[in-house]
């Protein structure tokens, strides 16, 4: 069971823009970084974003993320069909002394 | 290159035990963490717990606590993930990540499908 809620799925059309939501609380995202990572079909997660907004060598500026108090937020703009895929949410849990992903989304592009 | 190479799918049956190789290569093996995360068909992410090659200090998550043993061989920079007393929803590929600490699992492995069939 997660303790990172997402919503199942987000759409949007090519070249438009979509966010997707994270939330959790005070032991998890409230007082750690977030990161965010995209698991194409039949792939192994990449990691897309890190410590809430950075983004790793290689990785597009078209996603970013942000964090206010216990939610989280990746955006996505400029969509293309090969963004589709399943995005998840991580962070430390203090209380569990443990990683928690979210829920995970899955996104489609129309 | 940055890898993490897994072994191969495995099949065993209910109340047997799994072993998971982890090899890693293109950087310095003992300045990362291995994490070892899980996903069951079609579910999501589950993190299973972390070994710190240099040393061998490790931290399982609690539902897998007296069920996995994680262990690291620097000769061959390779880490181990056993898990025993299998049943039928540990089902699921089994990938290790490497990260400079906990979070941000910058590099992942390429998934091991374990099946727990009888």
């Known amino acids: 069971q997660s303790v990172l809620t997402q919503p199942p799925s987000v759409s949007a059309a090519p070249g438009q823009k979509v966010t997707i939501s994270c939330s959790g609380s005070?032991?998890?995202?409230?007082?750690?970084?977030v990161s965010w990572y995209q698991q194409l079909p039949g792939t192994a997660p990449k990691l897309l974003i890190y410590?809430?907004?950075k983004r790793p060598s290689g990785i597009s500026d078209r996603f970013s993320g942000s964090k206010s108090g216990t939610s989280a937020t990746l955006g996505i703009t400029g969509l293309q069909t090969g963004d589709e895929a399943d995005f998840y949410c991580?962070?430390?849990?203090?209380?569990?002394?443990?990683?928690?992903f979210g829920t995970g989304t899955k996104l489609t592009v129309l | 290159q940055v890898q993490l190479g897994q072994s191969g799918a495995e099949v065993k049956k209910p109340g047997a035990s799994v072993t998971v190789s982890c090899k890693a290569s293109?950087?310095?093996?003992?300045?990362?963490?291995i994490h070892w995360v899980r996903q069951a068909p079609g579910q999501g992410l589950e993190w299973m717990g972390v070994?710190?090659?240099?040393?061998?200090?490790?931290s399982y998550a609690q539902k897998f606590q007296g069920r996995v043993t994680m262990t690291s061989d620097t000769s061959t920079s390779t880490v181990y993930m056993e898990l025993r007393s299998l049943r039928s929803d540990d089902t699921a590929v089994y990938y290790c990540?490497?990260?400079?600490?906990?979070?941000?699992?910058?590099?992942w492995g390429q998934g091991t499908m374990v099946t727990v069939s009888s």
């Open positions: 990540a490497r990260a400079e600490y906990y979070s941000d699992f910058d590099i």
């Open positions: 293109g950087y310095t093996f003992t300045r990362y963490y």
């Open positions: 070994i710190y090659p240099s040393g061998g200090s490790t």
């Open positions: 005070s032991s998890n995202i409230g007082n750690n970084y």
């Open positions: 410590e809430n907004n």
């Open positions: 991580g962070t430390w849990d203090s209380s569990l002394s443990a990683e928690v």
